[in-house]
C-alpha cells in the first residue's frame, strides 16, 4: 500500500526575457520589414487572462486488494467515522468537475449515510454490532459481507458540559464566499445550542496566532456571535503555531469527564512555521495525550488541503468532516453534535478471519487508511479510529465463496485444501477491540458470522453497495465488473427507503450528474448504423 501526497503542478517557467527586451525586438523586426518592402500583417492581441492554478492536495492511496483466504484469511483495520470526501466530492460534481480518484475514500462515501442499526440496550457495552451477508449486485457469483456498528444515542441537552476552542484560519486564502463567510455562519448554527456549562474560545491564526475570544460562558450567545462576525482573512497561514495556542487554551479551561475538544476550520493550506506533516503530526499526537481530541472541518476549493486535514484528524483522535453548505455546517454541528463532539469509545478495531472451507477470496472496501497490521489488534498501544455518541459505522467486504466461478486470483499449485469441517458453517469470525474514555485496556467483543447468505439483500445492504460501487466507480470502475451509473442510480433509488431529510435522494442525483459528465463509449448499434 502506498501513502504519499500528490505532488503539486510545477511553478511556470520564468519569462525567457523581460518584456521590455521582447518589445524592442518586435519593433525590430518590424522595421526591417518596412525596409525590405515585405507585406505586412497586423495581428489583433487579446489581453491574456490569469488561469487558476488548482493546488489541491489529495493523498495516494492504492484501493485494498483481493487476498486469497488459504494464503491471508486475517483482514484487520480500525473503524472510522470521517465523512469528508463525499461532500467534498459532492462539492466537486455540482460545479461541473469529476473528482480525482485520490478524493475518493468509499468508507467515507458509505458512512455518510445513517443505515438504521439497532442501539445497544444499554451502555455497558458502547455500541451494537450488525452483520449481513447477500449476494454482490454487480456480480451474484460474488457476496458482500456488511459490518454495522451502532453506537448508544445521547439526546444533545444530555452531553457533558464542553469545553470547545475553534481554531479559525483568518489567512487570506480564506477570504472566498464558501470559505470564511461559511465557516462563520456554520459556527453561529452551534451557538445557539451552547449552555450556560459549556465554555468556548476562539483562537485565530493568519501570520501569527491570537486570541479572538477567550474562554467565555456557552450562554452568552451574543458575546460569541460577535466575536465571530469580527472574523476577518488576511496574511499567510501559521497554523502550527495556531494548533499550538489552541490547545494551550483547551487545555487551561479542561473539563474534567467533559468534551474537551479542538474544532480547526480551514482551507488546510499551512503555508507559513511547521509545515512538514511528519512535525505537525507529532504536535498533534503529543497533545492528545492531554486529553484534548482534534475535529477538522474543511472549506473552500482551488487550494483545499484535504490531505492535511484528514491527516491532522486522524493524529488527534477526532473526525474530519468537508462544509460545501450551511446546510452540512449544520447537519454536522447541530444535528449530529453528539456523535461530533462526544467520544463513547476509542481505538475501536475490527479484525476478521475468513474461513478459507467457505471463502476462497475477500477484499475490504476502503478504510486504506486504517488498515493494520494483524498483530496490532491485541496491541493497546497501537492507535485507532474513535466513535461519537450515536455515530453508525459501516464496513463492506466483497467475498468470492468457494465453489464460485468469479475467482479473480488463481489458485497456488502446491497448496493442498484443508477439509477442516469443524466449523463448516461458519463464513468468518469476528473480533472487535475497543477502549472506554479514561480506559487505556481495551475490552473484546467475539462473534462468529454464519456462511448462509440471505435469499435477498436488505435495503441497507442494497443502498451501502450502491455508495460502495460509485466510490469504485469515481476511482475507475476497477472492481465492479463493468457496473455502470445507471445500474447504481436504479439500485439506489429501489432503496431509498425511509429518507426523511433527502440525503439518499441527493445521493441519486449525484450519481446522475457524474453519469452526464462522464464519457461514454459509444453503442455498438448506433455506432454501426452511423458507419452506414
Known amino acids: 500500500m502506498t501513502d504519499r501526497l500528490s505532488a503539486p503542478p510545477a511553478p511556470p517557467a520564468p519569462p525567457s526575457a523581460p518584456a521590455f527586451a521582447r518589445e524592442a525586438r518586435s519593433l525590430g523586426a518590424l522595421k526591417a520589414m518596412q525596409v525590405a518592402g515585405a507585406p505586412m500583417r497586423i495581428a489583433s492581441f487579446a489581453p491574456v487572462l490569469p488561469v487558476a492554478v488548482n493546488t489541491e492536495h489529495y493523498t495516494h492511496r492504492d484501493s485494498n486488494p483481493v487476498q486469497l483466504a488459504s494464503e491471508q484469511p486475517v ?15 459532492r462539492r466537486m460534481l455540482d460545479a461541473g468537475q469529476l473528482p480525482p480518484a485520490d478524493a475518493v475514500r468509499a468508507e467515507e462515501f458509505i458512512n455518510y449515510f445513517d443505515y438504521g442499526y439497532t442501539p445497544p440496550q444499554d451502555r455497558s457495552q458502547p455500541f451494537s454490532v450488525t452483520t449481513e451477508l447477500a449476494p454482490a449486485p454487480w ?7 456488511l459490518i454495522g456498528v451502532q453506537g448508544y444515542r445521547v439526546p444533545a441537552s444530555a452531553i457533558p458540559a464542553a469545553n470547545l476552542v475553534f481554531l479559525v484560519d ?3 486564502s480564506m477570504n472566498e464566499p464558501d470559505k470564511l463567510p461559511l465557516l462563520k455562519a456554520s459556527l453561529k448554527q452551534l451557538v445557539t445550542k451552547l449552555r450556560r456549562q459549556d465554555r468556548v474560545a476562539i483562537v485565530t491564526y493568519a501570520g501569527s496566532a491570537g486570541v479572538a475570544l477567550a474562554s467565555t460562558p456557552g450562554d452568552r450567545h451574543a458575546t460569541i456571535d460577535a466575536a465571530i462576525d469580527r472574523l476577518g482573512a488576511y496574511g499567510s497561514t501559521n497554523g502550527a503555531a495556531g494548533i499550538d495556542l489552541a490547545y494551550a487554551e483547551a487545555e487551561q479551561g479542561f473539563i474534567k469527564g467533559g ?6 476550520a480551514t482551507d488546510g ?6 509545515v512538514s506533516e511528519e512535525a505537525l503530526k507529532t504536535t498533534i499526537e503529543d497533545h492528545r495525550k492531554s486529553g484534548v481530541a482534534l475535529t477538522t472541518l474543511g472549506f473552500g476549493q482551488g487550494n483545499y488541503n484535504d490531505a492535511m486535514a484528514v491527516m491532522l484528524a486522524d493524529a488527534g483522535n477526532g473526525s474530519h468532516h468537508y462544509i460545501d453548505s450551511l446546510a452540512e455546517g449544520r447537519r454536522v454541528l447541530v444535528d449530529e453534535m453528539s456523535a461530533t463532539l462526544l467520544t463513547i469509545a476509542k481505538d475501536v478495531k475490527v479484525q476478521v478471519e475468513f474461513n478459507p472451507a467457505q471463502v476462497k477470496e475477500y477484499r475490504l472496501i476502503g478504510y486504506e487508511k486504517r488498515v493494520l497490521r494483524r498483530e496490532d489488534f491485541n496491541n493497546d498501544a497501537v492507535d485507532s479510529g474513535d466513535i461519537g455518541a450515536g455515530a453508525n459505522v459501516t464496513a463492506l467486504y466483497e467475498i468470492t465463496p468457494a465453489g464460485s466461478d468469479a475467482a479473480r486470483v488463481d489458485p497456488l499449485r502446491y497448496t493442498t485444501p484443508k477439509n477442516d469441517d469443524s466449523h463448516h458453517g461458519e463464513l468468518a469470525f469476528l473480533r472487535l477491540r475497543y477502549k472506554l474514555p479514561g480506559h487505556d485496556r481495551s475490552s473484546l467483543i467475539e462473534r462468529p458470522i454464519a456462511a448462509q447468505p440471505a435469499h435477498g439483500a436488505s435495503a441497507r445492504l442494497r443502498f451501502a453497495a450502491a455508495v460502495a460501487a460509485f466510490a469504485d466507480r469515481l476511482r475507475g470502475g476497477r472492481y465492479t465488473d463493468g457496473y455502470d451509473y445507471a445500474h447504481i442510480a436504479e439500485l439506489a433509488r429501489g432503496a431509498r427507503g425511509d429518507d426523511p431529510d433527502g440525503y439518499r435522494a441527493g445521493f441519486v442525483q449525484l450519481v446522475s450528474l457524474a453519469d452526464g459528465l462522464s464519457t461514454h463509449a459509444p453503442d455498438v448499434a448506433d455506432d454501426a448504423t452511423a458507419q452506414r
Do not use: A, E, W
Open 75 to 89: 483482514s484487520t483495520f480500525g473503524l472510522d467515522v470521517d465523512t469528508g470526501s463525499y461532500t467534498n466530492v
Open 139 to 145: 456480480n451474484p457469483q460474488r457476496q458482500l459481507l
Open 269 to 274: 493550506d499551512f503555508n507559513v512555521g511547521t
Open 170 to 172: 483568518t489567512s487570506g
Open 259 to 264: 468534551v474537551n475538544r479542538v474544532i480547526l
